[in-house]
């Protein structure tokens, strides 16, 4: 499936060169228009460039590979700066194995504004930590950077990402496959997560921080009046990793009277949660909880470090779906040496519950996650990995045969939503709207084949 929010990441990096260093900028949203790369290379030649800035995910690898060689042949003077979780997890190695001139590790708007900068004479480019590039035919990495962005000064660029364009019931404009409204906007409220979670990406870091939370609420009302919208989705990695800050933003939320439904569809932490902050979601108001569980084996819950409480787990999922807030789970299957057995109790515990939705995805062991550098004797293979899409095996780290592997996860789709009762509860509580009938379409098309896209 192809999910093409408003690009929230460019727009940050379109700010913080417009207003430190007076940039021109242009955002073009190759995801979002479908655009292949002769039609990209197209909107360049438009433009004319002085420098090309490109973010991936791994997903997305052998596209972007494919448009920076274009680019390189067709302006091989300009510098071509590649970022975003795929350059991330990579490291300096994918200068190896791609065209682009720099990459960017990590958060960027520091970095690509140091960078900028140094191209232009103002700095020494080996001093911009954050940053490899290529020196004399060989990869020079300058090391990772020692702070963090501050994120009091950070500013998204609505402007150029033009947001009327993301608002369609037909495209998957959010993570959130139920909507309340086809005018909707993602929303940061923090950045890092200090979990580790070995099957997760670390772009922000490990260190939690913070935006504003008087200033994030007044971006949103300036954002719900402008266009008109009806509905936030809220994308932290964790936003309830610490409640003083999460209780902060939705009694601010509250206050000011924004009054738009709330999306959390980047999955919670079910045990991080209280009745207090329950209730001022259900207040603010939230009409949307994902929670992000992943496995109902204690001993997979210990190997990917993100050791739930998966008894506290249930009883918050029973407390949010009893508020009618729509509420989903999370699910992976085919960790390192998972077993039948421990997959099935995953299935019955997900089927147990009594939320609305739950996905279930195969295990993505991408560049430079713990279970993608851990993995005994296949370190190699998995490097050269061409990812497609989380519903396909990508590779099989499990003890489970492939067959058996595509088998337990259609099995979790049919034992969780082949219930009068769910599905009594979808039609009660679900918006009814073109989103609900693609995603009920999607659902049951999982419980019988591979792969969908929508």
Not at 45 to 52: D, G, H, K, T, V
Not at 88 to 102: F, H, Q, R, S, V
Not at 263 to 270: P, V
Not at 420 to 446: E, F, G, Y
Request: charged share 25%; aromatic share 8%.
């Amino acid at each position: 499936m192809v999910v093409a929010p408003a690009p929230m990441g460019l727009g940050y990096l379109s700010s913080a060169l417009k207003t430190r260093r007076g940039d021109t900028t242009r955002i073009v949203d190759g995801r979002r228009y479908r655009l292949s790369g002769a039609a990209l290379l197209a909107e360049a030649e438009r433009f004319q460039p002085e420098a090309i800035g490109i973010t991936a995910m791994s997903f997305e690898a052998p596209e972007a590979t494919d448009l920076i060689r274009r680019l390189k042949q067709r302006w091989p003077e300009v510098p071509v700066i590649l970022g975003g979780p795929h350059a991330t997890g990579c490291g300096p190695a994918l200068l190896e194995a791609c065209a682009a001139d720099y990459l960017v590790l990590g958060e960027g708007e520091d970095a690509l504004v140091e960078l900028l900068d140094a191209l232009e004479g103002k700095g020494e480019l080996g001093g911009v930590r954050g940053v490899a590039r290529r020196e004399q035919g060989k990869v020079v990495d300058a090391g990772p950077r020692s702070g963090c962005v501050e994120l009091s000064e950070l500013e998204v660029d609505w402007e150029g990402i033009n947001p009327p364009a993301y608002f369609s019931w037909w495209r998957r404009n959010a993570m959130n496959t139920i909507a309340r409204s086809k005018r909707r906007l993602p929303v940061f409220t923090s950045r890092g997560c200090p979990f580790g979670c070995a099957y997760c990406h670390h772009i922000f870091g490990r260190t939690y921080r913070t935006f504003p939370v008087e200033k994030t609420v007044a971006e949103m009302l300036r954002l719900r009046d402008r266009y008109r919208l009806g509905e936030f989705e809220i994308i932290d990695d964790t936003f309830n990793l610490k409640l003083e800050h999460s209780k902060a933003v939705m009694r601010e939320i509250i206050r000011r009277g924004v009054a738009t439904p709330l999306a959390f569809s980047n999955g919670l932490r079910a045990d991080r949660m209280d009745d207090e902050l329950l209730d001022l979601m259900r207040r603010a108001p939230t009409f949307r909880v994902d929670y992000a569980i992943e496995s109902a084996s204690p001993r997979i819950q210990k190997m990917m470090h993100k050791n739930l409480n998966l008894e506290r787990a249930r009883e918050v999922v029973k407390q949010t779906a009893a508020t009618g807030i729509v509420t989903g789970a999370y699910y992976i299957l085919g960790f390192p040496g998972e077993s039948e057995d421990e997959m099935m109790a995953t299935l019955e515990y997900a089927g147990s519950l009594p939320n609305h939705i739950a996905s279930f995805f195969y295990l993505m062991p991408f560049p430079g996650t713990e279970v993608a550098e851990a993995a005994a004797g296949r370190r190699e293979e998995l490097r050269g990995l061409t990812f497609r899409d989380a519903s396909d095996i990508v590779i099989n780290l499990s003890a489970v045969p492939d067959p058996v592997l595509r088998r337990l996860k259609q099995t979790g789709y049919r034992r969780f939503y082949f219930s009068l009762r769910r599905m009594a509860r979808i039609a009660r509580d679900v918006p009814k709207n073109p989103p609900l009938l693609i995603a009920a379409l999607a659902a049951l098309r999982l419980s019988f084949q591979e792969a969908v896209n929508y």
